[in-house]
């Protein structure tokens, strides 16, 4: 059987960092307010440059078919949520008078992936999507804000030259980590 809805393109996942203990430590009608808040403000941010595929808890599942992504592009949104998302923090911390204790990490990964229906609901399906999901379970949780390219985005991208900070590593069975520069 040959599927004909298989088609490259980018994942991306953005993540919150500490959000279990965040919930946990968290009255549940303040905790999911202040959630509802900061996944709006991503999903504004993003510009409708990707589809949403899914939410879920702390994570959006953003996906965009592209057979050549640029670099400069899914740096500069990436710049733009990050930012968007500790100003929110910052007024949620005054609105609210507390301490939120968040940081925003995010995946960015290149392959081929099918979309499928169930109801009224778009899944994403394959090794990408399976591989994306298990760049997020790394070692870098205690790290402040920071996007992690995978090898296989960057050999696909265009305009990879760009650099989004100065603090960068090459991992080579992952691909690249860029470390934001916490600006309070």
């Known amino acids: 059987m040959k599927n004909t809805n298989i088609h490259e393109g980018i994942i991306l996942i953005p993540d919150f960092s500490g959000f279990t203990e965040f919930v946990f430590n968290t009255k549940l009608y303040t905790g999911e307010y202040i959630v ?3 996944l709006s403000t991503l999903i504004d941010m993003n510009d409708r440059y990707f589809e949403i595929s899914e939410i879920e808890g702390d994570a959006i599942l953003f996906y965009r078919y592209d057979d050549k992504p640029s670099y400069q ?3 500069t949104i990436l710049w733009k ?3 968007a998302f500790n100003r929110k923090i910052k007024e949620l911390n005054k609105e609210l008078s507390i301490s939120i204790d ?4 995010f995946i ?3 392959g081929k992936f099918s979309q499928y229906r169930i109801g009224s609901f778009k899944k994403l399906y394959g090794k ?4 994306a999901h298990q ?6 949780a205690e790290q402040p804000s920071y996007a992690l390219f995978s090898n296989s985005f960057l050999e696909n991208s265009r305009n990879r030259e760009a650099d989004l900070t100065n603090h960068k590593y090459h991992l080579p069975e992952v691909g690249m980590i860029h470390y934001f ?3 309070n």
């Open 36 to 38: 509802r808040q900061l």
């Open 102 to 105: 968040m940081s925003l990490k």
């Open 73 to 75: 592009n899914i740096s």
């Open 108 to 110: 960015v990964h290149y």
């Open 81 to 83: 949520m990050r930012d």
């Open 128 to 131: 990408t999507v399976v591989e």
């Open 135 to 140: 760049m997020l379970k790394n070692d870098f």
């Open 181 to 183: 520069e916490n600006v």
